[in-house]
């Protein structure tokens, strides 16, 4: 089964054959290719002027320092960002100051903005988080109250449109705007970054820092080689031509993602805020983990188990530990972008995707909680065993337990994975007449057990199971585990498996075991006399029952 990342380019034949052409032609680096892309972006974001660099990090980077600010003054970004957005202060000598974000549209609160100027800021870097546009009229508004300036750091957001319909990157609400075309974007040129603006001066002034500070062979500031070539040019001019068409689909998908999860209480959709046309570049989660039954580190190992990809965007930035070493930033510092990294996860979303691959990702989403609800019982736990495994069982039943415990091959992982691969889809084909699990106490082993001689016709089974030898000695601790288990099966037997009804065969000389089934329930329904070799003494063999 092919696998499906958080996110993903969609590279066709015509996208290659632009390329092609590029190399076949007398340009490679900056050339006709790069002017064209400039253009075009123009045209489509409604831009006055526009400079395409080597990246988003270069067009960050570059964007500030055209704005020539100077050192040891402040700028200010949102914590739930990708490093390059603070980064690039630190580059042109500004301290990056965060201010939190809004809890519904996880982007930065311009009223917490507000909180944070001083008489040193000079910059506010908002960032158009996921695709979704910020509150950037307010934002713009506070900044041009005191003179400073604006950079929309819009690489989520190609393709978004502003409250007022227009399209991000054309400026009305910020001094400049940056773009990035990394192959996860919603387009990508290979590499690639764009700077727009409607000031001509600092236009002028990024034609320069672009290119060394040089003007024809006089350097007058210090600039960079940021070039973007003509090579990856040619492939964003393709790539922005199918733009709009990228956006429509991925928003369809979201459309799909949002109607099968609005009613799944541990999971929250994005918002998009009334007005908006947000191009979704990521389509991220909240998760609420406790009630999920797991942590996001399990969900996110079960779900690469099924060839899906997650990621997290982001780990708030001042929690890096560059940032609390060099700027003394501290955990708590920013508590809703704390809270929502806590609950975030970006799931698969590109527009290549196809109605199938979301269904299953819905799918696998939605079966995480399933696996859960028998998995968690305040340690105990059961995770199905493999065929191969059986070996092991009886090993162990001949009490060589040692053995048993250093050859286990099994880990929970495994056996999570084998109950949803092997043993749900065989159901439909060939059913099988027994189901074993592992017994696991806080992830130890402790036992086996299962349900064996399965009439899948009258949806009974047998429960079978073995302790630890060593554990039965003591009473209580016999009791608690015997009723654990006994409790986990029920779930599994009664809530998974639908059985309408569940037995044990016993014999008379357990009478702990016997009183412990009817303490969980199960009542006395035949005796068979003296049906069973004990210890050279025949003895009776009891039939307890349980009806769902
Ligand atoms: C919000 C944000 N800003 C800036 C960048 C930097 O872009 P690039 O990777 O093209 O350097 C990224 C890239 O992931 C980003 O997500």
Known sequence: MKFLPYGKQWIDDDD????????????????????????????????????????????????????????????????????????????????????????????VDPEKIKEKITE???????????????????????????????IEDAAHAIGSKYEDGSRVGNCKYSDLTIFSFHPVKTITAGEGGVITTGNKELYERLLLLRNHGITKSEMRILGYNYRLSD??????????????????????????????????????????????????????????????????????????LKNIGTQVHYIPVHTQPYYQE??????????????????????????????????????????????????????????????????????????QIEILRQKTPITAHEQRRYFKEFIKPSFNEKKPDQILFSYLLNKGLIGYGGLTN?????????ISFILDPKRTRNKNLYRKEFSSFFKLIKQVAFNHLSFHKLYVETFDIRSLQVSFLEESGFVLEGRLKDHVLINKTYHDSLIHGLIK
């Open 16 to 107: 290659i054959q632009a390329v092609v052409e590029t190399m076949r032609s007398a340009f490679l680096t900056q050339g006709p290719k790069v002017k064209e892309f400039e253009e075009r972006i123009c045209k489509y974001t409604g831009a006055k002027y526009c400079i395409a660099v080597a990246n988003g990090t270069a067009a960050l980077h570059i964007a500030i320092a055209s704005l020539q600010i100077g050192k040891h003054n402040e700028g200010i970004t949102s914590p739930n960002t990708f490093m390059a957005s603070s980064n690039c202060m630190i580059y042109n000598g500004i301290k990056p100051i965060f201010a939190d974000i809004d809890s519904k549209t996880y982007c």
């Open 120 to 150: 040193n800021t000079r910059l506010i870097i908002p960032v158009h988080f996921a695709g979704q546009p910020c509150e950037i009229e307010s934002i713009f508004k506070i900044a041009k109250e005191i003179n400073i300036f604006v």
């Open 231 to 304: 090579i990856h040019a040619s492939l964003g001019i393709s790539q922005l031509k199918k733009l709009d068409k990228f956006v429509e689909r991925r928003r369809e998908l979201v459309k799909k993602y949002n109607e099968a999860f609005i009613n799944i209480d541990w999971l929250a959709t994005p918002y998009e805020k009334p007005g908006v046309y947000s191009a979704f570049h990521l389509y991220v989660l909240m998760i609420d983990f406790d009630k999920a039954g797991k942590s996001r580190r399990q969900v996110m190992e079960e779900l690469k």
């Open 326 to 399: 060099n700027f003394g930033y501290r955990q708590g510092d920013f508590p809703i972008a704390e809270k929502y990294y806590q609950h975030a996860l970006s799931i698969p979303l590109y527009p290549r995707m196809v109605n199938d691959d979301v269904d299953y990702v819905i799918k696998s989403m939605v079966e995480l909680k399933d696996e859960t609800d028998f998995n968690k019982h305040s340690g105990y736990s059961i995770i199905p065993i493999r065929e191969i495994d059986m070996e092991l069982i009886r090993q162990w039943r001949n009490e």
């Open 454 to 462: 399965i009439d899948w016709e009258s949806k009974r089974a047998e």
